[in-house]
């Protein structure tokens, strides 16, 4: 693991946990989605310095680019296609410790080495969105990420 790798001193564990109130009180009282999932973007990338964090967003049978930061992005990706089409049909996340080890993945930048993947329900128990999180370094994710990932997916709503 890239425990070494944080931006920020501290565990990965304490920096989550030391931003999650900042996020929930930023997003308090705000009822747009997007800008919301702006806001977590831009939280998390700066916190952790991760290539690339982004949402995608369910429209129809596809996934559409949402708020993101980092560098370009596919902008449309497929039920079932890649690791975020693949969470999405399969309603689950997605740890990818090596992208090139992946089957059929979507390789939007060479410089993305790991992924973490979240989907994002809604009260109705539906797939709205997926919250997704590259590094440039090999396994760089972990259960401490899933964990936390899914708590700022959540905030979305």
Known sequence: MAEDLNIISGSREDQ????YPQVTALLNGE??????????CAALKEQFGFFWVGF???EGDELVLGPFQGTVA?????RGK???????????????????????????SSLSRSE?????FN???EVIAILDVDSEFPDFFDETDR???????????
Request: charged fraction near 10%; hydrophobic fraction near 45%; include cysteine.
């Open 147 to 157: 964990t936390w990932l899914e708590k700022f997916a959540s905030l979305i709503l």
């Open 31 to 40: 009822t747009s989605r997007i800008a919301n999932m702006a806001n977590v």
């Open 74 to 78: 596919c902008t449309r990706i497929a």
């Open 116 to 120: 973490i993947v979240i989907p994002v």
């Open 82 to 108: 890649g690791v975020c089409g693949t969470a999405w049909q399969q309603r689950q996340n997605i740890i990818v410790p090596d992208v090139d080890q992946f089957p059929g993945h979507i390789a939007c």
């Open 123 to 125: 009260p109705a128990g």
């Open 16 to 19: 989550y946990r030391s931003l």
């Open 56 to 58: 995608y967003l369910v």
